[in-house]
């Protein structure tokens, strides 16, 4: 019996070298996916009005899944120093079902993606015809006009039939430069059509989702399946330290 645990020594040594190593990239992981829950919640939050048309869970769902990959990753370091099997299947358990949930998010985000395009079509034209330049929708309204230098849903035409357009003309949010933009100028369809951004903001966002819905894709796939490297590290840790009665000095 010594000689067999003198020769599994090694192979035990270098499965909880590799396990620690994963368990630290794994709470690296949650540390990021925490931090993106927050960016998301105090960054995004305004700009998922014209998606979901209202509050998303989104960024709660981040930052919940990232608090508890930074607690099993530290869980992960304690198990594979002690080298306890029941700690190192109870590891391997939870990084099944993180295998899973993002399983399922990331088929789920690929398949419905054009019915996001859907709904963000619905929200942002609603937006728009809403439009007062003082509620949180319009006020995310003009940061996308801002921001990816847009105007309206196809183009800045779609502002004429807002209940906006009467009172303020089209939104100064889609002046190329505001300094030569006036209210008299934006209420003039014609004079405006010279000082606005042509392109319409759907396709803008919509070219984005499509143009990056493969990355997007293959990254969440891809760590996903990180997860079957420290599961499958984790229950032949623990089997070999079980099957030969291992314990650490």
């Not at 709904?119 to 609603?126: I, P």
């Not at 502002?159 to 009172?167: C, E, I, K, M, N």
Request: hydrophobic share 45%.
């Amino acid at each position: 019996m010594a000689p067999r645990r003198f020769e599994t020594k090694p192979v035990i040594f270098c499965l909880k070298t590799l396990l620690l190593l994963y368990s630290l990239v794994f709470w690296v992981s949650g540390v990021v996916l925490l931090s993106v829950g927050l960016w998301w919640k105090f960054m995004l939050g305004p700009y998922m009005l014209l998606i979901s048309g209202g509050p998303s869970n989104a960024p709660y769902v981040l930052s919940g899944t990232g608090a508890a990959i930074i607690l099993f990753g530290l869980f992960g370091c304690f198990a594979t120093c002690r080298g306890r099997p029941w700690m190192l299947k109870a590891y391997a358990v939870f990084l099944s079902l993180v295998f899973l949930t993002e399983l399922i998010a990331g088929i789920s985000g690929f398949i419905f993606r054009h019915e996001i395009k859907g709904t963000f079509l619905t929200t942002y034209s609603d937006a728009v015809m809403r439009y007062d330049g003082r509620d949180d929708r319009s006020l995310a309204v003009d940061g996308v006009q801002r921001r990816l230098h847009c105007c309206g849903v196809y183009n800045y035409t779609s502002w004429f039939s807002s209940v906006y357009f009467p009172v303020g003309g089209v939104p100064s949010s889609c002046c190329v430069s505001f300094s030569d933009c006036s209210v008299a100028d934006l209420k003039n369809t014609t004079v405006a059509a010279r000082k606005v951004y042509k392109q319409g903001c759907y396709e803008l966002v919509t070219s984005f989702i499509e143009g990056n819905m493969g990355i997007i894709a293959g990254v969440t796939f891809g760590i996903a399946f990180s997860q079957l490297i420290g599961m499958s590290l984790a229950c032949c840790l623990s089997r070999f330290i079980y099957t030969n009665q291992y314990e650490m000095v």
